[in-house]
């Protein structure tokens, strides 16, 4: 595939950044494609090899390597670099239902396991992706493909993330008559409110969310089942009804004065702030407001990272990261082999803006809340931090993060911002279909299976996986069509 010595003739070559302290001053897309001339000498770097990782999408050691969604990386860098643009897209559709989400926000598992990432740069598939589906769609190729005949099923999606949007794509194209349920006021779930706009612009929603309306697929806003619409009547309307809503429960930090005014939930901040630009550009004022303040992100992961990025857009006066865990090493340690997902440091782009505007990287290590302190309005003005160390639990075999005797250190923030990942389903959902769960509060199945424990309910994405990929979620999305499809029919051609 591609060219044999693309990869020794072409240097890695991906879009440019707009840099940071000019593209803080808006919440738009900040990266500059590639010419479509430039980017298929990229797939000219697809090196033809024997075992090609990029599409593997399975568990080494406990971390996926390559693309959850076997997309056919190989065949569509060869077509880019030979200026296919109509078959690349093709190729490409026929595993991936949203090209244009994850080409913008995932992390690139398909390029940690090219082989060429080996001893060298990997492939920039990720871009070649992008540049595939963009210019499928500003040719007219992205077309409304309506089913022929109608099998007279009704299929009930609850959720418009991704794994939603994957379901009831397949499951509409398959024939099916399917009406997905948002409780926000727009479509997209996490993907419109949990992913800020300089990752995913939202006309990019609009655009695919308006093309599966042409095929017939009905989307009701405003519509929170389990408390607005009866599980049951769900139940008796439908053939099948799918849950898709995602790992919503924020895990919280329990510590004294947790109560005071100014903490919040990062998915609570990002939501308001994007709902308030797209709303009004702001003019409303119904965002939590960061500027001029001491902001405090509690978790370094992808979600602490955009509430960083947000937070400078929005003026702060300062941002502070906090991370449990000790900095991963800068390039992959001996223990974290190729094709291994990489455990190794990132500056992600809120990080690098913070180094731009406030001089320094914002991530403190190994360090949590112990504290919080009010002042006389019952606003957060201080937090007590701690250090933290690692020790093994002889009883479990864990490495715990214990507190450091001693290594208090007081730091005055008016704005924190918790960001420490997700605890399963929302109660509610699931007491109101009755469905089974596991020990972490995810919707419990077979393993490999979508049928939950109640018949003609199904699952999938991070209410089923728990929090998760973006790129997961349109797997399982997928992968449950199949099975609602087979429940439906008796077999399933999806």
């Known amino acids: 595939m591609g060219k044999p010595t693309g990869f020794m003739e072409y240097d890695r070559q991906t879009s440019e950044a707009v840099k940071p ?6 919440f738009n897309e900040f990266h500059i494609p590639l010419s479509l001339e430039q980017q298929q000498l990229q797939g000219a770097r697809c090196m033809a090899c024997g075992v090609p990782f990029c599409q593997y999408g399975k568990m080494i050691n406990g971390m ?12 569509w860098n060869d077509l880019v670099y030979t200026g296919n643009w109509e078959e690349a897209y093709m190729r490409l559709s026929k595993t991936s239902c949203f090209p244009e989400f994850t080409s913008r926000v995932c992390p690139a598992l398909c390029e940690a396991a090219c082989t060429c990432n080996l001893n060298g740069d990997p492939v920039s598939t990720k871009e070649n992706e992008r540049a595939i589906i963009e210019n499928a769609f500003a040719s007219g190729l992205v077309k409304p493909m309506p089913p022929k005949a109608r099998t007279g099923k009704k299929v009930a999606v609850v959720g418009s993330g ?26 997209g779930g996490l993907l419109r409110y949990g992913i800020p706009n300089m990752k995913l612009e939202k006309w990019v929603i609009d655009r695919r969310v308006e093309i599966m309306k042409a095929e017939g697929v009905e989307f009701v806003v405003n519509a929170d089942v389990g408390k607005d619409i009866k599980a049951a009547g769900l139940l008796k309307d439908y053939d099948r ?13 329990n510590v004294p004065g947790r109560e005071a005014k100014g903490i ?20 409303d004022k119904k965002y939590i407001p960061a500027k001029g303040k001491k902001v405090m992100v509690i978790g370094g992961g992808d979600t602490g990272n955009d509430c960083v990025g947000t937070s400078i857009r929005l003026g702060a006066a300062s941002v ?52 919080f302190k009010a002042n006389k309005n ?11 160390s690692p020790k093994r639990d002889e009883a479990t075999g864990r490495t715990m993060m214990v507190p450091v005797e001693g290594s208090e250190e007081t730091i005055d923030v008016d704005l924190v911002l918790i960001a420490a990942g997700f605890l399963g389903s929302q109660k509610y959902v699931t007491e109101a279909f009755q469905v089974e769960l596991d020990g972490r509060t995810n919707v419990k199945t077979e393993p490999g299976k979508y049928q939950t424990s109640v018949p003609g309910v199904f699952t999938a994405g991070d209410m089923h996986r728990g929090q998760s990929l973006v790129v997961w979620a349109m797997r399982e999305g997928r992968e449950a069509a199949k099975a609602v499809d087979e429940s439906l029919m008796g077999y399933t051609n999806l």
């Not at 009804?241 to 930090?253: E, F, K, T, W």
């Not at 019952?378 to 250090?387: F, I, T, Y």
């Open 64 to 75: 996926a390597s390559g693309c959850p969604l076997n997309n056919l990386v190989p065949e």
């Open 378 to 388: 019952g606003e957060v003005c201080q937090a007590v931090l701690v250090k933290l």
């Open 162 to 187: 991704p794994s939603g949007l994957a379901a009831a794509m397949q499951l509409n194209r398959r024939g099916h008559q399917v009406t997905v349920f948002e409780r926000s006021d727009r479509v």
């Open 264 to 283: 919040y939930f990062a998915v609570d901040f990002l939501k308001a702030t994007t709902k308030s630009l797209l709303d009004s550009s702001f003019e």
């Open 320 to 371: 502070i990261q906090l991370e449990m865990m000790p900095k991963a090493p800068d390039t992959r340690a001996e223990n974290n082999p190729w094709p291994e997902w990489p455990r190794v440091c990132k500056t992600d782009y809120g990080q690098e803006e913070a180094i731009a505007v406030f001089g320094k990287d914002p991530r403190v290590y190994q360090t949590t809340v112990k504290e």
């Open 21 to 26: 302290r000019e593209r803080i001053k808006n």
């Open 241 to 253: 009804v799918v849950l898709c809503c995602g790992a919503s429960n924020p895990r919280d930090i």
